[in-house]
């Protein structure tokens, strides 16, 4: 490895316990542990997660994805004084997370308010090898005398969604006096989750356990000898219903057969799992910044851990599994901004995100017919059922008093075009004729189906009314770029697969061609701006350098309502330059930078998705230094100084969309043309990239540099490739120089 791959938080500061709870947090797409502070700070959010366990609360409430009972909180007492860093004196201090390994670790000296030091290390992972296993170790030395210590810790029940409590208490109980275990069921999804927790403390250690009000724990009283390590370990296993037809007795033998181990034999375990990970599909950057090549790692170790690679039942919610932004939900995000990077490195985890909305097609052809359209209309936020999960309302607006409802349900119809885009990408990386037979004709022409019933025909035109675009500032909207150019190859793309699978609906076929033959698609003005819709470029603008300056904290909200945000021509995100990016080929280069330049002047970057798109269509305009402008920008989303960005949870699309830049910006990767094909405009502080690609069954890596293409095929028959404009057949490396 080149660069070493740690996330550090070497400053304890209240203000971002929670940003680095999320940043630091742990996983394996099974379950995310939060990277909470073992010890209690007034505000700071615990938190761990499963895939899939979602619950309500109440009837009228959407989904939560559940915050499960906590094993990682933990009371320390030493001498009778409570641990806690806001007391006495924290004299060294070194926290971070390994992404090699996945392990958390915070080591510091800490002088009592007696003045007597003791030296911590705490540490923990949860396992990549063994998705239901988690594990700490809590190492303690006197460094002055000999003293008392008292731990407290065991499975916390007392663990709500912000408030919401979702789960009963089916049992709690203790076997032989070491392994803790507690079943509950979560109250309207009926999901039984157990979880187990053994305890290992010195031989000497005096153990007791209590069970009171939702909290089943051990006591450990033990002696510290001045300068030996008292070593306790805890490990845990976590089992729902959702995978196993006995959760209880899962988590209990999981449990035995591997805490015996012990905590660094599972992690060296788990840590071999990570290696994997990375020689397979890390990204290697040489930079005069060394913070690019952490900013990738960061987002490949996040997009692992989000992603529930292990079923196909669940999908990536907007934070993953590390807070409960978004109650947990799925978004286009997941299509659109994390699957690509599965698909071109594991398709066959892309392949499971796409039959996660397969699963649910009922209930988007459900929902499309209470909509009065036909065909499927996948919910905005997705969670277990498929249904609509997006909340009535947002947050109250200060200007108005009163609290903004959420459109997004009745009007964000994008969503449905860009699973179908998904559809179309997985194939055109895999020829998985199987798949596309099957889910991917089905998918396509119930999405299809939902277009040409959502269009009204005004003037000899097909016009697709009252929709919100990916820029959410401006809703209810006719004719919005991005959406009708989606639905547009949507239906095109439903007609060209059904053609070549012999899927005779003569019907669908004859009506998908009048609706691509009717349909308005906007087309540049004399100034060559693409109109984002029918009215944007009519409204008043306004200067946005104030609002651009506090990008991402929505500070506009503050001076207007949303209703007056819409009269003008505001921007949260990226929307015409979405259409560009997804589409590089529609437009004349020159209207692409038009476009760019017109709509980023416009747009408050108050999405998270914004910024690293931007930085892919500037970088194919030749437009180095902004593009790597907002490839940095879009780095710090989670990474940057701002110590509330990621309180609830890391921002998964904008981390997804981190190697987007670097594979469809930098690289200038593309498969449109059925083909793989590279045209590189490598940033000028970067001297070299490395990156793996699975395409059509080859394993081939790519190493670029600013005079140098090389592309080795790994594994796989030969293949066609384009650099540059050039044909080459790849059957072992391929070297090109690049002419700048
Ligand atoms: O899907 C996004 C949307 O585009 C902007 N608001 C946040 C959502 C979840 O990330």
């Not at 007391?87 to 390994?101: D, I, N, Q």
């Not at 009171?212 to 296993?237: H, M, Y």
């Not at 081939?700 to 293409?709: A, G």
């Amino acid at each position: 490895m080149k660069t070493k791959q740690v996330i550090y938080d070497n400053n304890f500061d209240l203000h971002s316990l929670n940003k680095f709870s999320s940043v630091m947090a742990l996983g394996n797409g099974y379950l995310g542990v939060r990277a909470a502070h073992e010890e209690d700070y007034t505000g700071q959010i615990r938190g761990m997660y499963v895939a899939g366990v979602y619950n309500k609360a109440t009837a009228n409430e959407t989904s939560d994805l559940v915050n499960l009972p906590d094993i990682a909180g933990m009371l320390i007492e030493i001498d009778g004084i409570n641990f806690s860093m806001l007391e006495g004196e924290v004299l060294s201090y070194e926290r971070g997370l390994s992404l090699e390994t996945g392990e958390l670790r915070r080591e510091f000296i800490w002088k009592n308010k007696t003045g007597a030091r003791f030296k911590f290390v705490f540490q923990r992972f949860a396992a990549k090898d063994h998705l239901h296993l988690l594990a700490s170790k809590v190492t303690v030395a006197s460094l002055d005398k000999p003293a008392r210590i008292k731990m407290i810790t065991g499975i916390n029940a007392q663990q709500t969604n912000f408030g919401r409590q979702h789960l009963i208490e089916e049992s709690v109980r203790v076997f032989n006096e070491e392994i803790l275990q507690g079943i509950y069921q979560t109250t309207e999804t009926g999901i039984i989750i157990s979880i187990a927790a053994s305890i290992h403390a010195p031989g000497a250690s005096r153990i007791s356990f209590s069970a009171k009000n939702r909290q089943l724990n051990a006591s450990i009283d033990g002696d510290l000898v001045k300068d030996e390590p008292f070593v306790f370990e805890k490990i845990g296993t976590v089992y729902t219903s959702l995978e196993s037809t006995n959760p209880d007795r899962d988590s209990l033998e999981n449990l035995k057969s591997n805490s015996l181990l012990g905590y660094e034999a599972l992690l060296e375990r788990s840590a071999s799992k990570w290696q994997e990970f990375w020689q397979a599909k890390r990204i290697e950057i040489t930079s005069t910044d060394e913070f690019d090549q952490t900013a990738m790692d960061f987002a490949l170790y996040h997009m692992e851990i989000m992603t529930p690679a292990h079923d196909e039942r669940f999908s990536v919610g907007a934070k993953g599994l590390t807070g409960e932004g978004y109650k947990g939900h799925v978004f286009w995000d997941t299509e659109i901004f994390i699957a690509p990077f599965h698909l071109f490195t594991e398709p066959e985890t892309a392949k499971k995100l796409l039959r996660y909305r397969y699963l649910h097609l009922q209930q988007a052809k459900e929902k499309a017919a209470q909509n009065g359209y036909e065909g499927a209309l996948f919910p905005w936020e997705s969670a277990m059922t498929g249904k609509e999960e997006t909340p009535e309302f947002a947050a109250i607006n200060i200007r108005t008093g009163t609290r903004q409802k959420v459109a997004s349900a009745i009007s964000e119809h994008h969503i449905v075009a860009d699973i179908a885009f998904a559809v179309v990408q997985y194939f055109q990386n895999t020829l998985d004729e199987e798949f596309m037979r099957n889910e991917g004709l089905a998918l396509l022409k119930e999405t299809a189906q939902f277009w040409m019933s959502r269009t009204v025909e005004e003037g000899g035109k097909l016009s697709i009314k009252d929709v919100i675009g990916p820029d959410e500032y401006t809703e209810h909207i006719d004719n919005n770029a991005y959406t009708n150019y989606m639905a547009y190859y949507n239906v095109e793309q439903a007609l060209y697969f059904m053609d070549q699978f012999q899927h005779t609906d003569e019907q669908l076929f004859n009506r998908g061609k009048d609706f691509l033959n009717t349909l308005y698609l906007p087309k540049p003005n004399k100034d060559k701006i693409i109109p984002q819709d029918d009215t944007f470029l009519s409204k008043p603008e306004i200067d946005l350098t104030p609002y651009k300056q506090t990008q991402g904290s929505q500070a506009i909200l503050l001076d207007y309502s949303r209703a007056e945000v819409n009269e003008m021509q505001i921007l949260k995100q990226a929307d015409t330059v979405m259409l560009l990016y997804l589409f590089p080929d529609l437009f004349p280069k020159e209207v692409v930078a038009k476009n760019l330049h017109y709509y980023e002047a416009h747009t408050i970057h108050d999405s998270s998705l914004s910024k690293a798109i931007h930085a892919i269509v500037a970088a194919r305009c030749e437009d180095e230094e902004a593009a790597y402008r907002f490839f940095k920008e879009a780095c710090l989303i989670d990474l940057g100084p701002n110590p509330h960005s990621s309180d609830e949870g890391i921002h998964a699309a904008s981390l997804g969309a981190i190697w987007l830049t670097t594979m469809f910006g930098f690289a200038n990767m593309s498969q449109r043309t059925g083909r793989l094909n590279f045209n590189p405009k490598l940033p000028e502080n970067w001297s070299e990239l490395v990156f793996p690609l699975t395409y059509q069954g080859r394993k081939l890596k790519v190493k670029l540099t600013h005079q140098h293409f090389e592309i080795t095929k790994l594994l796989g028959p030969d293949l066609a490739i384009e650099i540059n404009g050039r044909d080459y057949l790849l059957s072992d490396t391929v070297e090109v120089e690049i002419k700048n």
